[in-house]
């Protein structure tokens, strides 16, 4: 089974580039896509997101072989009410949202008679809009898919190779597991950032002005992940909960641990923490997962 | 008073870009140099980051106007009593230390005849040694000075100059006030990088391989903060205490309201949060603190 068209729906930052990264390295297949928002389809036409920006996601979806949905992870299940009654029997309903345990039963339960297959392509950028994507977001990122158990092997297989085309590394586990290990590489380190940022903000005693000027000491690496999309980030919190509640514990515990040791004036626990973070950063660098130039290849 | 000859004690990511900038910028002034590792004074012969790289800090320091101790915070006073016997009488003694009121009480205790203002150029990267310096580190980048109480007036004049011609934009305030700002614009940030990366690396659900073929949502960011120089940081810790357990308490205290709005479902906290978040984004690129470009501008 061949994925020969694709409906995409949500024409923000991964639904644009999924739309480009097709137009880019996957030529043959045909694109549809649907925004709630007029002005973002119209964005979207501008730029040739899709072959077909529809006013509908019935209109949208109705010869699809495929159906990206790109939108908050909050809102999935009424995005598939919304198109279910044109919705080809056998086309595949799939999505790109951060948790996948919601979106699992979201999908299935809107979707009841279809074959629903969530994925996350771990790929993205603080902004968002149709004019955030681009063509090669995807390209060496790692594409999570989240099949049920009961899922067919010949359309996993299919969304696997789709997603290859566009350039990602596919690979599979079940949605459980995958909110676990986003909570702690995605989900954490958005609300640590989000929320120190805020802290900052609000202070009496370092003036808004003094906190911009010196955040090239750190803090600007922060304010960029909390420029993200609040919609998306909302919905993520509030549909991964227990993952996020469960790590939160473990990194506060640590925290607190740090704390003691700073008040203590124990030396040789902060150096041992900070020795053992340094090989990490090596690790990611050499898996491809970041750029080895220093201070992210900042120019300077 | 002009400042025609500079020493530089530690020749590292800070003493080596001063030494390149100097170089580069402003190639009138004459620059000797010294570190305790010989292997590091090899490399800074190798690579000229200074005129004359000594055997001795007496011996660098001995025709100095300014002399410039850039080592951890907590070496700051033996390095300051290892050169006093050589020091020129009217020799500005400065620092680049990220903790101001422990450096600027360790150097007036150990250098009590001497003009002593620290200063702190806010600019860095997560790399260190002699290797890791480059002549534009301090371009348009803030350096605090923060002279005690009864400083020459001449001589912060001179010392303002000095970081001028190395590019970079200078501010004075009072050591305790830099101590409180960099806390939260450098500190903790740093702090919650260290123990996230940690927090990831010690899960026993979440294996070591998936936090890092993941950590492009998010979690790579904060390796690179994470990968700064263990001993540096200790330092900063151990010497900036108080200012840090009090930022420390206020993120946590918005931590924990974060982790309140999550449990009980309070979309609108987090929302709310999150949109306040992205103003200050674009107010730090708007005064030229970070690059506008998304994803930090890396390569997709």
Redesign the interface.
Known sequence: MTIRSVAIIGLGLLGGSIGLAIRERASDIVTTGYDSDPAVRDAARQRGLVQSACESAGEAVSSADLVVLCVPV?AMEQAARDLSAALPANAIISDVG?SKKSVLDALMTALPDHVVIPAHP??????SGPD?G?A??F?E??C?LTPPANADDAAVSSLSQFWARLGAKV?IMDAEHHD???A????????????????????E??T?S???????????????????D??M???V??NN?GA??E??G???E??TA??RA??S?D?DA??D??????A?????ID?G???EK???????
């Open positions: 909050g951060s771990v790929a993205g950028t603080e902004q955030a681009f090669t977001l390209a990122r790692w999570i690979e676990l290990v986003l702690v590489t995605s989900h954490i380190p958005h609300l640590i950032a989000f929320t120190i940022v805020g802290t900052a903000s609000d202070l005693d370092v808004r003094e906190v911009i000027k010196y955040s090239a000491g750190g803090f600007r690496d922060f304010t960029r992940i909390a420029a993200s609040p919609v980030w909302r919905d919190f509030l909960k996020v509640l790590m939160l473990r990194f506060t640590d925290l740090m704390q700073i008040r004036g030396g902060l150096h923490l900070f020795s053992r973070t340094r990490i950063r090596r690790e990611v898996q997962q970041d750029d220093p201070d992210f290849g900042r120019e300077h």
